[in-house]
C-alpha cells in the first residue's frame, strides 16, 4: 500500500528546505489549491508543464446508477463535471522509475 504524504506533510517538508515561514508557505498553498479550484469551476484547463493537466471532464448522466457504498439503487444521476488529472512526461517518467514494494 503507498504511503500517505498530507497538505502538512507538504509544508513541513517545503520549511525544512526554505527560509519561509510555515504560515507563508501554508497561505501559498491554500491560496494555489483555491486557485485551482476556481479555475476549474469556471471550465479552465489548468497546465502545470513539466508535472500535469488538471481538467474539468464531463460524465454522462444515467437513468439507473447505484450508491457504491449502499448498492441502493439511485433513481438517475445528471450529467455533471468531474475533477481529473492527467500526468505530464516528467512525472511519468518519475514514476517509471520508482522502485515496485516487495
Do not use: C, W
Not at 502538512?8 to 483555491?34: A, G, L, P, S
Request: aromatic share 10%; proline share 5%; hydrophobic share 35%.
Amino acid at each position: 500500500m503507498p504511503k500517505k504524504i498530507t497538505k502538512y506533510d507538504i509544508v513541513e517538508n517545503i520549511y525544512q528546505d526554505t527560509k519561509y515561514e510555515k504560515v507563508e508557505i501554508q497561505e501559498i498553498i491554500e491560496d494555489f489549491f483555491e486557485e485551482v479550484k476556481k479555475s476549474l469551476g469556471k471550465g479552465f484547463v489548468i497546465e502545470l508543464r513539466g508535472f500535469g493537466t488538471f481538467e474539468p471532464r464531463l460524465r454522462k448522466g444515467r437513468s439507473v446508477a447505484r450508491n457504491p457504498k449502499t448498492g441502493e439503487q439511485v433513481l438517475s444521476v445528471a450529467p455533471h463535471y468531474v475533477a481529473a488529472f492527467r500526468a505530464g512526461q516528467q512525472l511519468k517518467k518519475s514514476m517509471q522509475e520508482l522502485e515496485p514494494e516487495k
